[in-house]
């Protein structure tokens, strides 16, 4: 899978789904300024139970605000950021509209979103009850670029059948990747076809940066002008990850391409052919739910020498910066984020409530997936240690040279010293040429 459709499924897909959302409690009565006319909400196509949610949140919320008619607009999934930032520059865009963290640099620096702080100031209007790494997450350079209903952040998750058939002790999380590797080792068995790998890593940027940053690297010095990655620690994480496929007890790319069957990470490890995954978020448990053959639960990523580390995935809806209708934009918003707009995706909420009064609520910790799999506590026990994404200009270009370096790496071909330093050359040249 590409690095541009892994932004779009991690940045566009984490936003809260619902197959049948029920209607809330106080139909989005808000306080505020009087609000009227259209209000356009801008969601990917691709994501049915999340056009599902916002059209019941629309209804209900055009319910208590007669005067205010909200549509959904559905875009494309693949083309949904260059369509929206399109129609935001012809001049028709849509009032609000959903994106992704690794593109707030640009939407900022291109003026396509409103900053809501001086709302929130206008309105008095509480943050205090999101968690305050969602409302860092979605602030640059002062701006608040977005609210948003959910959070979600890389875990791992593991074959509990495989573990207690080799007996070996189920991850929990003051686990190390010392740990992670001595399971992995362990849990491999067989060859070929029927091999059963120890571990799948799967080598996008997010898990790649956690082992990084786990370890006291980074990946961009902190104000995002230099690339890090030739630096040691940074160097060596890498090196670590590339290991893992040289010692055969996790599948490289090639070979979950070619020799698994043309089966990707995720779907290695719903095929009982690994015993821990690295690479996703809560989003999997939902596809993992299919799994009859064998047990799965979740754990928080394993600590490196500088503690735990975990990518911060935010999705985010924002109103365009010359949204026609910014009043009832502000009012529909606020609805979505409030805690009745979040309970009413509850049923098949793919991340953990932004808002702290409703971690515990049982609508979100009373289904299978959290009694049955862990699919909950394991990413609270990881909020204190998420890392947001890194904020610099052009993110997915710059993606694509890191991933274009990095994959003689993950083949064995070149060692991870052997092409830092150029790759680092490069990037601190094109991070020149887009400062401001």
């Not at 209007?125 to 977005?146: A, C, E, R």
């Not at 207690?164 to 992995?184: Q, Y």
């Not at 979740?298 to 924002?318: D, E, I, Q």
Request: proline share 6%; charged share 20%.
């Amino acid at each position: 899978m590409s690095t541009i459709r892994k932004i779009a499924l991690v940045a566009l897909t984490v936003a809260v789904a619902a197959a049948c959302a029920p209607s809330a409690k106080n139909g989005g009565k808000l306080s505020g300024n009087s609000a009227s006319g259209t209000v356009v909400v801008a969601v990917p196509a691709d994501a049915p139970g999340d056009i599902a949610l916002r059209k019941a949140e629309a209804k209900s919320f055009m319910s208590a605000n007669p005067g205010v008619k909200v549509t959904v607009l559905t875009i494309p999934g693949e083309t949904f950021d260059q369509k929206v930032t399109t129609m935001i520059a012809g001049g028709k865009p849509p009032d609000i509209f959903t994106s992704g963290d690794v593109v707030i640099p640009t939407i900022v620096q291109k003026h396509f979103a409103l900053d809501l702080m001086p709302l929130v100031k206008r309105d008095k209007y509480d943050l205090s009850d999101f968690q305050q790494q969602v409302i860092d997450g979605l602030t640059y350079n002062g701006q608040l670029v977005g609210l948003t209903d959910n959070w979600d952040t890389q875990v791992m998750y593991y074959n509990q059948t495989l573990f207690d058939k080799a007996g070996v002790a189920v991850p929990d999380e003051n686990w190390t990747w010392d740990d992670f590797l001595a399971a992995a080792k362990k849990l491999t068995t067989g060859r070929g076809s029927s091999k059963v790998y120890g571990a799948v890593f799967d080598p996008w940027f997010a898990p790649v940066y956690d082992v990084i940053w786990s370890n006291g690297g980074n990946v961009y010095n902190q104000d995002g002008t230099k690339c890090a990655l030739a630096e040691p620690a940074a160097t060596q994480s890498i090196q670590w990850i590339a290991d893992l496929f040289k010692q055969g007890v996790a599948p490289s790319p090639s070979q979950l391409n070619a020799g698994g069957g043309g089966m990707d990470a995720g779907q290695t490890f719903q095929a009982g052919r690994g015993a821990m995954l690295i690479g996703s978020g809560r989003w999997s448990a939902f596809d993992f739910q299919e799994i009859k053959r064998f047990q799965w639960k979740v754990a928080p990523l394993p600590k490196g020498t500088a503690g735990r580390a975990n990518f911060f995935h935010l999705s985010m809806f924002a109103i365009a910066s010359n949204s026609k209708n910014q009043a009832a934009a502000w009012k529909f918003l606020q609805y979505m984020v409030s805690p009745d707009g979040i309970r009413a995706g509850a049923k098949n909420a793919q991340g953990i409530p932004s808002r702290k009064s409703l971690v515990n609520d049982p609508a979100f910790t009373n289904n299978s997936l959290v009694t049955e799999h862990d699919a909950y506590q394991p990413f609270l026990v990881s909020l204190p240690t998420v890392h947001k994404a890194p904020y610099v200009p052009s993110f997915p270009q710059l993606q694509d040279k890191i991933d274009a370096a990095l994959d003689a790496v993950w083949a064995g071909k070149k060692t991870a010293a052997d092409v830092t330093p150029a790759l680092c050359a490069d990037l601190d040249k094109s991070l020149a040429a887009a400062k401001p």
